[in-house]
């Protein structure tokens, strides 16, 4: 007997569909998988059998193939086990064969029958459509956020069978997601002092220039930079699915099981492997931390503790948007378009910002500030630093500027420079702004590349003004936003 | 094949087991030649003696000996006095004017910075050979300033003289040889070993009439320099800086043992015993005689003026006394620093 059962496997955040074949003959008993399973696949046998066991089907002693199509392709994971389970109950003539047309079928097995989690859920949706899916009863709200009404869950194999078997209704779909709860951020109000922390932070968001904030321990760089995601306007839908699908594959929860709709914000620590960082394994591709931060903030804490490597394969995420990640199997281009704020100490003692204060040998400082390389210091349109707040102003009470008054003029500068048609050659400035730029270019306090950045940042600072041409004071103020490089380059 | 004594003692002087104090033994009785193949032997070849000579002569590196008479007087009669000195530039320099050390601290402030290359400056033009070790920091400014015009500046380092140490210092070396002299106990090809520097800073000291620390930590290497002028009677002066500094915690502990307090070119000058000479012109920035500015009288711009300090200030700190939003503090340190009233330090600012 044969039997054909659809299902779809993970590669990256795309699910590839997959049909699981099974046939069961005489011969001696035995149980094989083909079409290059991994080690979780393979695995699925003894699965499979103790489920079928512990759920009150019988087990066929005969010789049972099963081939997962297209064979070429490698395929990931357990969730293969239940499309493998219903084959076999099909090819046993336990279940008709038409009960399971235009169906598909995604889960885990446990040893008691029980349908487990899978990752990626939302991948493996699209993949299977247009058929009705059948999945774990706990993935079925994932899966609904991408199909609607056709997802059907399932809370073992042995109720699955009785459903298939015409002899139970589908188990009650899922209640529908909820409306998101209010999504609890890090208010900035809790941050005292810090005036120039605070604006770096609304600059940041409002025009997604990268953040390098310098500055001693103790400072609140950490702080503050926890406090961006909250100043960026919600995810709009389609991020939000980028996002959620992202999250997904990577097996990460959802908030309240449903669609991300604040932006992400992730924090890998500075002993993060490249692949970590960027994405990879060994084909079954994981996103990696960029990827989780796409439409959202990566924060890197100790930036100059993070391994070279890591740091220099950041650069085409910063520069594209992207990032490719190729192993010998194939390539696949993840999502990787995040604000990046990351934050140092400007000496291995951490005092170097006080004049007189720093113990470090020069020796020290420089091999210190090598780490960060000139062409990963230049995606940083801020560099920052920062100081400890004065004693009076952290124990006044008195609370900061909330995140939600913050982000209301960071929407407004956001939808002006939207509006805004692009200009042809930099933004507008007025006479004597203009003068200063140029007075810092010819006395080489500014280099080409450096001069469009303060004057982008300017532009932004004047949208958050809501003025439409750039001031002296905005272009004097986007240059003191960058000031922290002197900190960095020698 | 003939070669000078010299060569014999810059062969011995290159053999890695023979420090400066053991070649001062070596060398009290017997000529080089004759202590060279006393210790050296039959293995030490001629050639050998030859090609280091060679590369000495080739380098344009001098050789001063102990008892020749090109041996600078200042060395005559010093208790730790080196058997050879090399030396890059003219050698008459060490002689030719008063000598006065400037040291201090590889990381100074901008204060020791600016205070060290104005003292550079000014004691070049009084007619005073600046002594330093062309070190990073202090060392560095100090011949900054002195190389402008005047005495010749000295500068006494550690290593080989082929092998300018700290590279970033490659350039001022060679000014330094050039308008003076550079010397060293240390032939050329061999690296600047930690062990070098105190037997530097002894070398320092004994060429200087005045030993001055501009800017010094409580456990500096401008100690050894300190403790080597005192050893031989030579006057030793400090720069009071800021209590809160770490950089001024040396000099500051200096003056309460006794230094003498150097706010002025002059009151070196008067250590020397050259206060009745030709006196430079008083040095603004360190005399407070500077020509005030007039201070800026418009509205924001006096408000953040007042604020400054003559110490780097934040600028969180900035917003805070003037309660001005960023950019209108920006504007207004930019406004005073065209008009060379504010100046910025990394995002950090102080009056100028």
């Given amino acids: ?490 | 094949m003939t070669l000078p004594e010299e060569a014999y003692a810059v062969a011995l002087a290159s053999v890695p087991s023979i420090g400066p104090s053991t070649l001062r033994d070596l060398l009290a009785d017997d000529a080089p030649s004759a202590a060279w193949s006393r210790t050296v032997g039959a293995s030490g070849s001629v050639r050998h003696v030859a090609r280091i000579w060679e590369r000495h002569t080739e380098l344009g590196i001098g050789v001063l000996m102990a008892g020749h008479p090109s041996w600078p007087a200042r060395l005559l009669d010093d208790p730790g006095a080196p058997a050879i000195v090399f030396c890059l530039g003219d050698p008459r320099a060490l002689d030719r004017a008063p000598t006065v050390a400037l040291v201090g601290t590889r990381s100074p402030t901008r204060y020791g910075i600016g205070v060290a290359a104005q003292l550079g400056a000014d004691l070049a033009a009084a007619g005073v050979s600046v002594v330093s070790g062309l070190a990073l920091g202090i060392d560095g400014a100090a011949h900054e300033g002195a190389c402008g015009a005047g005495a010749p500046p000295i500068g006494v380092v550690a290593g080989g003289l082929d092998d300018p140490y700290p590279r970033r210092h490659t350039r001022l070396w060679e000014r330094v040889a050039e308008h003076g002299v550079v010397v060293s106990e240390s032939p050329a090809g061999v690296r600047t070993e930690k062990w070098r520097f105190p037997v530097r800073n002894r070398l320092l000291a004994a060429l200087s009439d005045v030993v001055v620390v501009v800017e010094s930590r409580h456990h500096g290497g401008s100690r050894h320099t300190v403790d080597a002028a005192m050893a031989r009677g030579i006057a030793v002066g400090a720069v009071p800086g800021s209590i809160r500094s770490a950089t001024s915690e040396g000099t500051n502990a200096l003056l309460a043992d006794g230094a003498f307090p150097v706010c002025c070119a002059g009151d070196i000058l008067v250590a020397l015993s050259l206060a009745g000479a030709p006196a430079p012109a008083p040095s603004p920035s360190v005399h407070g005689a500077r020509p005030q500015r007039p201070a800026p009288v418009t509205g924001e711009d006096r408000r953040v003026y007042d604020a400054l300090s003559p110490d780097p200030t934040s600028l969180d700190e900035l917003a805070r006394l003037t309660g001005l939003d960023l950019p209108s503090l920006c504007g207004a340190l930019e406004r005073l620093a065209r008009a060379g009233q504010a100046v910025d330090t990394g995002g950090w600012w102080q009056r100028e």
């Fill in chain 1, 1 to 490: 007997m044969l039997a054909a059962i659809a299902s779809a496997t993970l590669r990256g955040t795309m699910g590839s569909p997959v049909s699981v074949e099974v046939h069961v003959s005489t011969g001696l008993p035995g149980f094989t998988i083909v079409g290059l399973p991994d080690a979780a696949v393979r695995e699925a046998r003894d699965r499979v059998r103790a489920a079928f066991l512990s759920s009150g089907l019988s087990w066929p002693m005969r010789r049972i193939t099963c081939n997962l199509a297209p064979s070429g392709m490698r395929k990931g994971g357990a969730g293969l086990d239940l499309p493998i389970a219903v084959g076999l109950l099909v090819a046993t003539g336990e279940v008709d064969a038409a009960s399971t047309q235009g169906l598909a079928f995604c889960g885990e097995l446990g040893l008691n029958g029980s349908l487990r989690h899978v990752p990626g859920m939302i991948a493996l949706a699209d993949a299977t459509a247009p058929r009705g899916l059948v999945v774990p009863l706990c993935d079925a709200r994932e899966a609904a956020l991408v199909r609607g009404g056709d997802v059907h869950g399932a809370a073992n194999l042995g109720d699955l069978a009785r459903v298939l078997r015409g002899q139970a209704p589908w188990p009650e779909p899922p209640p529908p997601s909820r409306a998101p709860s209010s999504a609890h951020e890090p208010d900035l109000a809790d941050v005292r002092g810090q005036a120039v922390g605070r604006r770096a932070l609304e600059v940041a968001a409002a025009g997604r220039h990268h953040l390098l904030m310098i500055g001693p321990p103790g400072s609140g760089k950490t702080m503050l930079a926890e406090r961006l995601a909250g100043l960026l306007p919600p995810l709009t839908p389609d991020e939000a699915l980028t996002v959620t699908r992202i999250h997904s594959a990577a097996g990460c929860s959802l908030p309240d099981g449903t669609l991300f709709h604040r932006p992400p914000f992730r924090a890998p620590h500075h002993q993060a492997s490249v692949v970590s960082l960027v994405g990879g394994g060994s084909w079954s591709l994981r996103p990696g931390e960029v990827s989780l931060a796409t439409s959202g903030v990566l924060f890197l804490d100790e930036l100059g503790e993070f391994p070279v490597a890591a740091l220099e394969a950041l650069r085409q995420p910063l520069e594209e948007g992207v990032i490719r990640v190729s192993r010998a199997g194939g390539t696949v281009t993840f999502p990787a378009a995040f604000l990046l704020v990351a934050a140092m100490n400007p000496c291995p003692c951490g005092e170097g910002v006080y004049e007189g204060a720093c113990t470090c040998s020069a020796v020290a400082r420089a091999r210190y500030r090598r780490r960060i390389s000139a062409p990963l210091l230049d995606r940083f349109d801020l560099v920052v630093p920062l100081s400890r707040p004065d004693p009076d102003e952290l124990l006044s009470g008195v609370p900061g500027e909330s995140s939600t008054a913050v982000a209301v003029r960071v929407a407004a500068a956001r939808a002006r420079a939207a509006a805004r048609p692009v200009p042809e050659r930099g933004p507008d400035l007025a006479p004597d702004a203009d003068a200063l730029l140029g007075s810092k270019l010819r006395s080489g306090a500014l280099s080409a590349r450096g001069l469009h950045k303060v004057s982008q940042v300017a532009r932004t600072v004047a949208d958050l003004a809501g003025e439409d041409a750039v001031s002296f004071a905005q272009v004097a103020e986007a240059l003191s936003l960058r000031a922290g490089r002197a900190a960095v380059v020698s």
